[in-house]
């Protein structure tokens, strides 16, 4: 169950600073988020930090099941945490892949406008990227042809130079092995099965755990708790606060194709003219490190979190939307590759439209009335870019 020191269940340890707790901070969920959380917080002298994974390994769901795009942060509302956390998180995470060698690449990114009514999207995302200080320019159509001929765009094409990928494979085993050599420890194959406030925090939290290994529950406690549980961090808070601050989790569930044929080939990440109502970005085109091509992630809402069998019935629709800008892709060779899901929020749209109609933003707080309790609700894209800034985001809460 643990990686290393497995007797630090026992109830007579402690290391905190005022030995009330058995560890002074416990994170719940080892995706990027909580990987890179629980490392910032092995930072704090006289600490201890217990993570904690219901999965056999770090980042098994949202976090290995996404395009591994480092956003540029130019989709969001001007004053939201996304923006904030993506633009900080952005250059904290190339300067990170930079210093310890962890795969990326600059790959850049176009948004592709094929009717008027899409240029003026693109126009407003100009715009707003500027306004938040990213770059951003447009493309001579006759020069974006020289650069990706494969590619067709019609009307116009805006360039974002900052949007990169990285490896998140490789970056979530830097972050376990860098956390654990700040000395954190790791319950892999562990749920936590209650949450107990003690005196609504103020005298730390009542966790009971159980691993999937045996029958045999364990109790400890913390004097500081950080739901990171991805999607199941709005379960998991709502069995801890009141029901008057209780919300229900929406699921988004996209599948991505992947593309066996040798041409087209584009060296460069594409995406559609954004939607104030798309629930995602399009069937954009990504790549991986190795320069293999996929397609997707399409939207389906479930009520199942679990639930990642990969769905083909928006194969057709996703295909005639990539014919608007790679007319000679062939049908034959995209097949369904994988999918993953993503914690929303509400149903609304994921670009802001510098107006924030319709946009869910991350939750990221101490919650009132609960000391020492920081939630995080709504995790999903830019949280891998925005992983490293989050991480000092909720050290901040905690000790600021």
């Known amino acids: 169950m643990f990686v290393a020191r497995p007797r630090l269940f026992r109830q007579s340890f402690s290391t905190s600073s005022n030995s009330r707790a058995d560890f002074t901070h416990?994170?719940?969920?080892?995706?990027?988020?909580?990987?890179?959380?629980?490392r910032k917080l092995a930072?704090?002298?006289?600490?201890?930090?217990?993570?904690?994974?219901?999965?056999?390994?770090?980042?098994?769901?949202?976090?290995?099941?996404?395009?591994?795009?480092?956003h540029a942060g130019i989709y969001y509302g001007p004053s939201s945490l996304k923006t904030r956390l993506c633009l900080n998180g952005k250059q904290l995470l190339y300067d990170l892949c930079a210093r310890e060698c962890i795969p990326y690449r600059v790959s850049k990114k176009w948004i592709m406008a094929q009717t008027p009514q899409q240029h003026e999207e693109l126009l407003r995302v100009h715009e707003h990227a500027k306004s938040i200080g990213v770059p951003t320019h447009f493309i001579p159509l006759?020069?974006?042809?020289?650069?990706?001929?494969?590619?067709?765009?019609?009307?116009?094409?805006?360039?974002?130079?900052?949007?990169?990928?990285?490896?998140?494979?490789?970056?979530?085993?830097?972050?376990e092995a860098d956390l654990q050599a700040r000395g954190?420890?790791?319950?892999?194959?562990?749920?936590?099965?209650?949450?107990?406030?003690?005196?609504?925090?103020?005298?730390?939290?009542?966790?009971?755990?159980?691993?999937?290994?045996?029958?045999?529950?364990?109790?400890?406690?913390?004097?500081?708790?950080?739901n990171s549980a991805g999607l199941s961090a709005v379960p998991l808070s709502n069995r801890i606060l009141p029901p008057s601050r209780q919300i229900k989790p929406f699921y988004a569930k996209g599948s991505y194709y992947s593309y066996s044929a040798p041409n087209p080939r584009p060296k460069t990440l594409l995406y559609p003219a954004p939607t104030t109502?798309?629930?995602?970005?399009?069937?954009?085109?990504?790549?991986?490190?190795?320069?293999?091509?996929?397609?997707?992630?399409?939207?389906?809402?479930?009520?199942?979190?679990?639930?990642?069998?990969?769905?083909?019935?928006?194969?057709?629709?996703?295909?005639?939307?990539?014919?608007?800008?790679?007319?000679?892709?062939?049908?034959?060779?995209?097949?369904?590759?994988y999918c993953g899901i993503r914690p929303k929020l509400g149903k609304g749209g994921v670009w802001a439209s510098g107006k924030g109609i319709g946009f869910s933003d991350f939750i990221i707080r101490k919650e009132e009335g609960f000391e020492g309790f920081v939630n995080l609700l709504g995790i999903e894209s830019p949280g891998l870019t925005s992983s490293l800034a989050i991480a000092e985001m909720v050290h901040d809460l905690l000790y600021r």
Request: charged content about 20%.
């Open 277 to 337: 109502d798309g629930a995602g970005l399009g069937t954009h085109l990504t790549m991986d490190l190795t320069g293999s091509i996929r397609f997707g992630p399409d939207v389906e809402w479930v009520d199942d979190p679990n639930d990642l069998s990969v769905n083909g019935s928006g194969l057709p629709a996703a295909f005639d939307e990539i014919k608007t800008y790679l007319p000679d892709i062939q049908r034959e060779n995209i097949m369904l590759d």
């Open 142 to 175: 006759s020069h974006a042809k020289l650069r990706e001929p494969d590619v067709r765009i019609r009307t116009a094409v805006l360039e974002s130079p900052t949007t990169g990928i990285v490896d998140s494979h490789a970056l979530m085993s830097y972050l």
């Open 43 to 70: 930072d704090r002298d006289g600490t201890s930090t217990l993570l904690i994974e219901r999965h056999r390994s770090p980042g098994t769901e949202t976090s290995s099941r996404n395009s591994e795009v480092i």
């Open 26 to 38: 416990v994170v719940i969920g080892a995706g990027v988020v909580g990987l890179a959380i629980a």
């Open 184 to 226: 954190v420890d790791i319950a892999f194959h562990t749920s936590a099965t209650s949450i107990e406030p003690l005196a609504l925090g103020s005298a730390g939290y009542k966790i009971t755990t159980m691993s999937d290994s045996s029958s045999e529950s364990y109790s400890f406690t913390a004097e500081t708790l950080i």
